[in-house]
């Protein structure tokens, strides 16, 4: 089973920004910072009122 964070590297390598740092205290693992880029999602036009005609039942 692939790890996530394979996943999230190799989806679209170059959308993100990889940062890496040395390991924190006595670890022997290095830290990764990941940045991604996000446009926020624009506001959506209000609801609008809509009639349903039956026409089977108009007969």
């Known amino acids: 089973m692939p790890n996530i964070l394979d996943l999230f ?3 679209n390598p170059s959308a993100y920004a990889v940062t890496l740092s040395s390991p924190l205290s006595s670890s022997d693992r290095n830290l ?3 940045s991604f880029p996000i ?3 624009p506001p959506q036009d209000s609801p609008k009122r809509r009639c349903l005609w039956r ?3 108009a007969s």
């Open 32 to 34: 990764i910072s990941v």
């Open 9 to 11: 590297l190799t989806s």
């Open 55 to 57: 026409f089977a039942s």
């Open 39 to 41: 446009s926020p999602i």
